[in-house]
């Protein structure tokens, strides 16, 4: 079975500040990985997602991912963040990218500091 | 852009009481799937519809839930007698189904209260 960890369910960075919110996860066939993001009273938002070839992955907002096999992680990084990234941010895994169910770590709340 | 719809935003009910969540999907996707949140916990997968069946479910999923596509537009979550649990965010997702890079697009939740 699948599963996913975030570690931290709180983050709080200085605006302008390197943004890394950490997802590891474990499945026992190679798996489809995605960030989503959450603003206040809205759904799911697709930040970016890693299927196969390239392993950093380049998502809207200047947001990046890395999927690292060995280390079983696919943590989210902003090299500076900004005030308008404050949301909650899902990782999430699937066996076959797009007719198969998702699978959600708890989520992780970003907080930035002015 | 399209996007998924979902009505209504918040549902107050009493327990035991029936509900019906509804859910417009992107008009050209084939497949349709419900989660839930509960308030601090992390998002769950209830059940996908495909084809007009369902073509999984999980555990949470039990005689009390049941899903329909009624027209070609909406796809509805009913719940048939609400339990004090069933208090969460619910979300409908749609997926077009044709193509290796396929995204599944959320709605923005229907809050349900259960009282």
């Known amino acids: 079975a699948q599963s996913v960890t975030q570690l931290g369910s709180h983050v709080s960075v200085s605006e302008g500040a390197l943004v890394l919110l950490r997802c590891n996860y474990s499945s026992s066939v190679p798996p489809y990985l995605f960030w989503y993001v959450q603003y206040p009273n809205q759904g799911l938002q697709l930040l970016l997602k890693?299927?196969?070839?390239?392993?950093l992955v380049k998502g809207i907002n200047g947001f990046e991912a890395e999927f690292k096999k060995s280390e079983t992680s696919f943590h989210l990084t902003k090299p500076s963040a900004h005030m308008s990234d404050a949301a909650e941010y899902f990782c999430?895994?699937?066996?076959?990218?797009?007719?198969?169910?998702?699978?959600f770590g708890q989520g992780t709340r970003l907080t930035i500091n002015p | 852009e399209p996007e998924v719809t979902q009505t209504p935003s918040h549902q107050v009910t009493q327990m035991g009481q029936e509900v019906i969540l509804r859910c417009v999907p992107i008009s050209n996707h084939l497949y349709f799937y419900w989660y839930r949140q509960i308030l601090g916990q992390k998002v769950e997968f209830l059940v996908s519809f495909y084809n007009n069946e369902i073509s999984e479910k999980s555990e949470i999923f039990d005689d009390q839930f049941s899903v329909e596509r009624p027209d070609g537009s909406n796809f509805t979550l009913k719940i048939r007698s609400t339990k004090l649990e069933d208090s969460a965010m619910y979300f409908c997702?749609?997926?077009?189904?044709?193509?290796?890079?396929?995204?599944?697009?959320f709605g923005p939740g229907t809050r349900l209260t259960v009282l």
């Open positions: 890693y299927t196969t070839g390239a392993t």
């Open positions: 999430a895994v699937s066996l076959i990218q797009g007719a198969q169910k998702l699978v």
């Open positions: 997702a749609s997926v077009s189904g044709r193509g290796s890079t396929d995204t599944q697009y």
